[in-house]
Nanobody, 124 residues
Framework: QVQLVESGGGLVQAGGSLRLSCATSGRTFSSDAMGWFRQAAGKEREFVAARRWIGGSTYSADSVKGRFTISRDSAKNTVYLQMNSLKPEDTAVYYC?????????????????WGQGTQVTVSS
């Protein structure tokens, strides 16, 4: 089993920044990537960013490219999502997720473990 706990969400004005954290524990050695997803009210969950453990390749959605950065602190078993230049349309519940043998990092169905989510609200 793998446990994921997100933190760092909150209320911020447009143009501001937040850093989300995802603390991992358990059998994390069995996973090969970490992803961040978000779900706005009344909308489907969507891919935000992901990072592979081996090689460190990162991927991000076009809507956040150049503004959001995913990174990892191995010593702390924590993955971060740095969010800059936030926009009201970034408002959503943000989830981190992980899994093994993920071929398509943008597909939420390929992730086995999910955190509880953290709310991000961006005011205009």
């Amino acid at each position: 089993q793998v446990q994921l706990v997100e933190s760092g969400g909150g209320l911020v004005q447009a143009g501001g920044s937040l850093r989300l954290s995802c603390a991992t524990s358990g059998r994390t050695f069995s996973s090969d990537a970490m992803g961040w997803f978000r779900q706005a009210a009344g909308k489907e969950r969507e891919f935000v960013a992901a990072r592979r453990w081996i090689g460190g390749s990162t991927y991000s959605a076009d809507s956040v490219k150049g503004r959001f950065t995913i990174s990892r602190d191995s010593a702390k078993n924590t993955v971060y999502l740095q969010m800059n230049s936030l926009k009201p349309e970034d408002t959503a519940v943000y989830y981190c997720a992980t899994g093994s043998r993920i071929s398509n990092l943008r597909a939420d169905t390929q992730y086995n473990y999910w955190g509880q989510g953290t709310q991000v609200t961006v005011s205009s």
